[in-house]
């Protein structure tokens, strides 16, 4: 089932949210139309929080959700490794569950 969602990294602005200034700098997660689409069962990205952005502090889309903020996601069980944080120690994505918080 696929099912559309704001944009959770420009907040259905459909704008490049670290580049207001530019009227030409479209979302480059949801391509400028303020939506994603997202296949069901999904779950909030545990790596970023379900903001879309990458909590490395770049001014990129999180590296695992792609700014959609959501995982696609069939299990339900919280990852041990990173007790569903979806982050190791190092606060790079969790190498058990890539960043996603369950498997
Ligand atoms: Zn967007
Ligand atoms: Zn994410
Ligand atoms: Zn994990």
Known sequence: MAKTINCP???GTKKDPFDLLSP???CLVCNGTGRVV?????KKCAFCSGTGRNPLGARVPCIVCGGKGNNHFE???????C????????GLP?????????S
């Open 75 to 81: 299990g339900n069980t919280k990852c041990l490794q």
């Open 83 to 90: 007790k569903g944080t979806g982050k190791s120690s190092d």
């Open 24 to 26: 030409i700098s479209h």
């Open 9 to 11: 990294f420009c907040s």
């Open 38 to 42: 997202m296949e069901e069962p999904m």
């Open 94 to 102: 969790c190498t058990r569950c890539k960043g996603k918080g369950f």
